[in-house]
């Protein structure tokens, strides 16, 4: 595949500054001190609103400052996030009633259900249910789900994933690899911008990308959103999600099956269904306020100090929660995301050791990650460096634990450039990268780099490889899916000598570092490729 003149010129650009410059070389030493401190008990976690917020955020402000960054938010290294946690109570219950007939629906076995709204009470009266296909509005797939609707007051009903997945047509959307218009928070953000008074998705294991237990995780339980008084946005009355079969019965009472509904919904001259169906249910909620935050720092530029690169990683966790079968109930997150906050200081550390970059970088340790990706979309939306100057972000999100790996998995393949610089630095170490294994899962808009996407900043985030050095692929496959397994997400999940092996971490912080560094130096700007959804958004507002 030939790439793009500017990508060639930038690449021949950094190729000529990394053999000018001599970068920082990485060692153990940069990264472990920080992981296990951040990985350790006393950090209890790392949960925002907690104690361990606070030992965390003051310890990432004592090590930038030991480092010698200046503050990255004027004279603060500190931007507050402003947050509401709101605890959903759903009724046992939702009532559809049909002119065929009726269906009662059960809590957390059938349907689960959740609101962003504060009121103390979210009640839904016979609301008119509405199937929206795909529940998507994409211009530059010429493809409009709302079309000729009115949804205001009425309840939609729309699919998992995107129109193309399970086609085998990669021409449809993007076929089997998810879009950013097949994620669920896509579909309920749309569903508020057409008015819709609530949204249920249709759960699906194979497009969804895991069981209804995951979701069921939610019932009755709190969530973190921005704190938006004085300048609130729509907000559905209840988001969440049905079962497939409990879908099913609703389509019989519409006098169609699902199989007949999908394909409709594939076709791009789709027009909603009104199912003849009413629907009844209740959210008690609790709402508390309170200020979260994210930990900022810098080196300012040489000779273009108003150009910035952006590095990210997220400083939270889950905290102190249900206590496994040791006893252990702090749940200390040392890969999901010590290992990233570890791999930013360490970074800090080299760009401020190494010859002063020509463009400012900035690392920036976000909040609440793990409750929606909240801290680093307070700064999209509040961002202290303008969008238009910013160059690009590199996200972390677990750094390697296994060893030296040949490749690294890109998360997101064909949306920036900002991939085929990283090719450049993998080419030169012997390395080489691979797409992500599990494109369906849609992972490019599950981290923090996605909301920098969101507003058209180039973003680069890689995960760990599988083709390890000594062992092969199958192998490194097989640490993979141990670690989803017994430690993603678990008290668990902690820094163990016994099975961590951080010369690949060092390994991948080093590229991180190389193509950060040369983009540093550059005057270049790498951009979104054809085909991506936020080439468009950076394409608007960078015009001459």
Request: with cysteine; proline share 4%; glycine share 8%.
């Amino acid at each position: 595949m030939k790439k793009s003149l500017l990508v060639l010129c930038l690449a021949a650009t950094l190729v000529a500054c990394s053999k000018q410059n001599s970068h920082y070389q990485f060692q153990v030493s940069d990264l472990e001190p920080h992981l296990i401190t951040l990985s350790s008990d006393e950090f209890m976690g790392r949960m925002p609103f907690t104690e361990g917020e606070k030992i965390t955020t003051a310890f990432l402000e004592q090590e930038f400052k030991k480092l010698g960054l200046e503050p990255g938010n004027g004279d603060s290294y500190f931007q507050d996030v402003p947050m509401v946690s709101v605890t959903s109570s759903p009724s046992e219950k939702m009532e559809f009633i049909g002119s065929k007939g009726n269906l009662t629906a059960e809590g957390l076995k059938d349907f689960v259900i959740w609101t962003q709204r504060t009121d103390s009470l979210v009640s839904v009266e016979n609301a008119e249910v509405v199937f929206a296909g795909f529940g998507i509005v994409a211009p530059e797939y010429g493809w409009n789900d709302y079309k000729n609707l009115d949804v205001k007051g009425k309840i939609v009903v729309v699919l998992v994933n995107d129109p193309g997945f399970g086609t085998e047509d990669a021409s449809l959307f993007k076929g089997n690899t998810m879009t950013y218009y097949g994620r669920w928070t896509y579909k309920f953000e749309e569903a508020a911008r057409q008015g819709a008074l609530g949204c249920l998705i249709v759960h699906n294991t194979i497009p969804a990308g895991y069981g209804f237990n995951v979701i069921q995780n939610s019932w009755n339980a709190s969530k973190l959103y921005l704190d938006d008084r004085g300048q609130e946005k729509y907000k559905l009355g209840f988001e969440g999600w049905i079962t497939l079969p409990t879908a099913n019965k609703l389509f019989e009472l519409t006098g169609m099956k699902e199989s007949e509904l999908l394909a409709k919904a594939r076709k791009d001259d789709f027009e909603p269904i009104p199912m003849g169906i009413k629907a009844s249910a209740s959210i008690r909620v609790k709402a508390e306020y309170n200020v979260s935050q994210n930990v900022v720092a810098k080196v300012t530029g040489k000779s273009k100090p108003e150009e910035v690169i952006i590095y990210s990683a997220h400083w939270d966790h889950l905290g102190i929660g249900k206590p496994d079968e040791t006893g252990d109930s702090i749940y200390n997150g040392a890969l999901d995301n010590a290992s990233g906050t570890a791999a930013l200081l360490a970074l800090a550390k080299a760009f401020k050791a190494d010859a002063q970059p020509e463009r400012t970088v900035v690392f920036l340790a976000v909040t609440a990650e793990e409750q929606g990706l909240w801290g680093s979309a307070y700064y999209a939306q509040n961002p202290i460096y303008p969008k238009e100057k910013t160059v690009a972000n590199i996200n972390m999100d677990g750094i390697n634990p296994y060893g030296k790996m040949k490749d690294v998995s890109i998360i997101g393949v064909g949306q920036s450039e900002m991939e085929d610089l990283l090719n450049v630095e993998l080419e030169k170490l012997g390395r080489y990268s691979a797409p992500e294994p599990n494109p369906v899962a849609g992972y490019y808009f599950r981290s923090d780099h996605f909301n920098f996407a969101k507003i058209g900043i180039p973003a680069l985030y890689f995960g760990t490889g599988i083709d390890h050095f000594e062992k092969g692929k199958e192998y490194g496959k097989q640490l993979q899916d141990e670690y989803t397994a017994q430690y993603y997400h678990k008290a668990s999940d902690e820094y163990d000598t016994s099975r961590w092996n951080l010369d690949g971490a060092v390994d991948d912080v080093q590229l991180l570092y190389n193509v950060g560094k040369n983009l540093s130096k550059s005057d270049k700007w790498p951009g979104w490729k054809d085909g991506s959804e936020f080439k468009a958004v950076r394409d608007a507002y960078m015009k001459k």
